[in-house]
């Protein structure tokens, strides 16, 4: 029916025509729908980037009254010149500098081994013997040093056990590629089997071309001292290269660096030194409330310390060698923040390492017909040998935290991997480093100062 109304032609629906389109407008103008909230599981929900800047702010106020509270409580306590008598106790006397430059002879001792195999001077099982000498003393001579020499500090000792100890995983590198290099040559292979470091570099058009180096050809002090000075523990005679350095990125890795370490000796001497030194008398009087109170007051700077580190060593430290020397492998960790168990996280977080491990002593075992489970436990095995050589010898005492922490990781390995699962596994490894760190830092703390 239509009717005309101030000029204009209306239509109204019959009785029928109604009852067919109040529905649909019922529909059309409905809010509600069959969904989840946000933050339940079922929403799919994922998006939380707003509550993670929340925590970030959190954290950083926390921490800032954290620092306020140590700022009024003890004053400034950074002191430049106290990190110099960490490294020196005599002015005249460098025994770490002395220690780490006679390194060189262990490293011609390698080579010219090598050189000597490669012409068939002496045997397989003569050069293995030397080889093996060679490895053992690299081990001992810094514990001897450290041990009878008084001059040594502990900060100086530890680090030149660590130099010593990455010459011995590269040097032992050295010796199992070069060794597999006259298995293939006496196999008359004509290429070798790995993608095998220093190539030499030739110049077409000004555009840099690489040449592939084959064995014997690599043993030169060119590509000796290439290796010992490049971010990997892993011998290849062909590395992978750079075609040129980057200023710009260089640059700023070196800024990281001194700004990162200065940032870390401000931290350890304003934040951590006074945490510790109040934890002693608590651990004297075994006062158990006291002793958690301050290992969770410790594990804050701590872990801050720790993160820090990590980036200023394997990103910013390994990263600015790299560009220098213009090597192309720069995967020295992975993504080890998201991992969901134990064995995820040592397999990421420290990649040469891992590298190495996985070439020169579990593959190895595995092939021998050792177990996968076994090989694992060896591998912990030697990282907690090396974790409390480069602990015990600088501070001149044998408690085996650092080793007895390194093998809690196996069973903890099999728990997180058999009963704990995504967000739960990730909040597992977090909280083993968290807390773990502390834990031997205040046992070695304690047996060293306290009698």
């Given at each position: 029916m239509?009717?005309?109304?101030?000029?204009?032609?209306?239509?109204?629906?019959?009785?029928?025509?109604?009852?067919?389109?109040?529905?649909?407008?019922?529909?059309?103008?409905?809010?509600?729908?069959?969904?989840?909230?946000?933050?339940?599981?079922?929403?799919?929900?994922?998006?939380?980037?707003?509550?993670?800047?929340?925590?970030?702010?959190?954290?950083?106020?926390?921490?800032?009254?954290?620092?306020?509270?140590?700022?009024?409580?003890?004053?400034?306590?950074?002191?430049?010149?106290?990190?110099?008598?960490?490294?020196?106790?005599?002015?005249?006397?460098?025994?770490?500098?002395?220690?780490?430059?006679?390194?060189?002879?262990?490293?011609?001792?390698?080579?010219?081994?090598?050189?000597?195999?490669?012409?068939?001077?002496?045997?397989?099982?003569?050069?293995?013997?030397?080889?093996?000498?060679?490895?053992?003393?690299?081990?001992?001579?810094?514990?001897?040093?450290?041990?009878?020499?008084?001059?040594?500090?502990?900060?100086?000792?530890?680090?030149?056990?660590?130099?010593?100890?990455?010459?011995?995983?590269?040097?032992?590198?050295?010796?199992?590629?070069?060794?597999?290099?006259?298995?293939i040559r006496q196999a008359r292979a004509r290429t070798l089997a790995r993608s095998l470091s220093c190539p030499t570099v030739q110049r077409f058009n000004g555009s840099a071309v690489q040449t592939q180096v084959s064995y014997p050809g690599n043993l030169t002090h060119r590509d000796m001292y290439y290796f010992i000075f490049a971010p990997t523990l892993c011998y290849e005679l062909n590395f992978p290269r750079s075609p040129r350095i980057r200023k710009r990125f260089l640059l700023r890795r070196l800024f990281e660096m001194v700004f990162l370490m200065q940032l870390l000796v401000g931290l350890i001497q304003q934040w951590m030194v006074p945490t510790i030194q109040n934890s002693m008398k608590p651990f004297q009087d075994m006062d158990f409330s006291r002793m958690i109170e301050r290992l969770l007051k410790l594990a804050v700077p701590n872990h801050l310390i720790w993160l820090i580190f990590f980036y200023w060593f394997f990103h910013s430290s390994m990263n600015f060698v790299a560009e220098l020397m213009q090597f192309g492998d720069r995967e020295f960790y992975r993504d080890w923040w998201n991992s969901e168990t134990v064995t995820y996280f040592w397999a990421n977080w420290n990649i040469p390492v891992h590298k190495w491990c996985l070439r020169h002593f579990y593959k190895p075992m595995l092939k021998r017909g050792v177990s996968k489970r076994v090989a694992q436990a060896a591998v912990f095995l030697v990282s907690a040998f090396f974790h409390e050589y480069l602990v015990s010898v600088p501070l001149k005492m044998f408690r085996l935290w650092a080793f007895m922490g390194m093998m809690v990781q196996v069973p903890l390995a099999w728990f997180v991997g058999q009963f704990l699962r995504g967000n739960y596994g990730n909040a597992a490894v977090w909280i083993s480093l968290i807390i773990g760190q502390p834990i031997a830092v205040l046992m070695y703390v304690h047996d060293y100062y306290v009698p």
């Open positions: 239509n009717v005309n109304v101030n000029g204009r032609q209306l239509f109204f629906c019959s009785c029928f025509d109604i009852s067919f389109v109040i529905p649909v407008l019922i529909l059309f103008c409905s809010c509600h729908k069959l969904q989840e909230s946000l933050l339940s599981s079922a929403s799919g929900y994922s998006n939380y980037r707003g509550i993670l800047n929340w925590c970030v702010v959190m954290l950083i106020l926390s921490n800032a009254r954290l620092f306020l509270e140590n700022l009024i409580k003890y004053g400034i306590l950074v002191d430049p010149i106290q990190v110099i008598s960490l490294f020196l106790k005599d002015p005249y006397s460098w025994p770490a500098l002395c220690l780490i430059i006679f390194s060189n002879v262990f490293i011609m001792a390698a080579l010219y081994t090598e050189r000597r195999l490669s012409v068939g001077t002496f045997g397989e099982r003569l050069g293995t013997f030397l080889h093996l000498i060679n490895l053992s003393t690299i081990l001992c001579l810094p514990v001897a040093t450290v041990l009878f020499v008084s001059s040594m500090t502990p900060v100086g000792a530890v680090f030149a056990l660590a130099v010593y100890t990455i010459l011995f995983l590269k040097l032992y590198s050295y010796k199992d590629v070069n060794r597999w290099c006259r298995d």
